[in-house]
């Protein structure tokens, strides 16, 4: 389950020290019509994954919003789920989240044992992720709902410690998460520390809103890098932050 097609890939991207762009739709947001738009952008841009989920869901449209990101594209879709209830097996993969930078036990491992039995079922893809808060300047929902405290932006340290921990204990991606809508995104000081001790593919994700930020921050060795609020305000900059990574990839090589 943890070696499928897409942890391959994201494997091989950290070997290769190159980067991909995902887009995080959040499904309380947007609509199925909305999402096929996004579909055929994505599409056309180059857009490695769809990311799909978010801290807290007040609608039941998970499928709805797969089913009509379908049509009109065949990127692969990870589920980014807020809380088990967001599984479902119409997906293609799983990151499977433990927030290691909290210490709330039903999020390290408490929710992992309620909902293992349906996660196996659903025969999902499941990608073993460290997942890290980093303080993102304001409090947002992630901070919120897991009731946990982020990592200062400023102690990069922390974050290093904290992502060796969960190489060690065997997790096989690692994300740095500044939360959504994020005042401040990780800053390239984190991303290189991290990217640079550490030997498992990165992903970097919250208050990313420029191609110029996505370039820098895929110089610094993040593999993945997830946009949502700027891409679902901002459609445009989709084809921009691809070809920014592209040009990144161009250097690195
Ligand atoms: C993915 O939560 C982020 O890691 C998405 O953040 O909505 O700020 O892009 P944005």
Not at 80 to 107: H, K
Request: glycine share 8%.
């Amino acid at each position: 389950m943890a070696t499928g097609n897409i942890y391959r890939e994201l494997t091989t991207l950290r070997d290769g020290g190159q980067t991909e762009l995902a887009i995080l739709a959040d499904p309380d947001k947007i609509s199925p019509l909305e999402m096929e738009a996004l579909a055929a952008t994505c599409a056309e841009a180059g857009v490695k994954y769809l990311l799909l989920g978010g801290s807290l869901l007040l609608t039941q449209q998970m499928e709805a919003c797969i089913a009509a990101f379908r049509k009109r594209a065949s990127i692969p879709i990870i589920l980014f789920p807020g809380s088990p209830a967001q599984v479902t097996p119409a997906a293609d993969a799983l990151l499977y989240l433990s927030l290691v930078s909290g210490r709330n036990a039903e999020l390290l491992i408490g929710q992992h044992v309620t909902s293992a039995a349906m996660v196996r079922a659903s025969r999902l893809e499941t990608i073993s992720t460290g997942y890290l808060l980093i303080d993102g300047g304001i409090p947002t929902t992630v901070s919120y709902i897991s009731n946990t405290q982020p990592i200062p932006n400023n102690k990069p340290e922390i974050a290093l410690a904290t992502a060796w921990a969960a190489e060690m204990q065997g997790k096989h991606v690692l994300y740095l998460e500044a939360g959504s809508g994020a005042q401040i995104p990780v800053s390239v000081d984190m991303i290189r520390m991290v990217s640079s001790q550490t030997s498992i593919p990165l992903i970097v994700g919250g208050g990313i809103r420029t191609a110029e930020k996505i370039y820098e921050n895929a110089l610094a060795g993040a593999n993945l890098l997830v946009v949502g609020t700027a891409a679902e305000q901002t459609p445009s900059l989709i084809p921009q932050m691809a070809a920014a990574i592209r040009q990144a990839n161009l250097e690195r090589k």
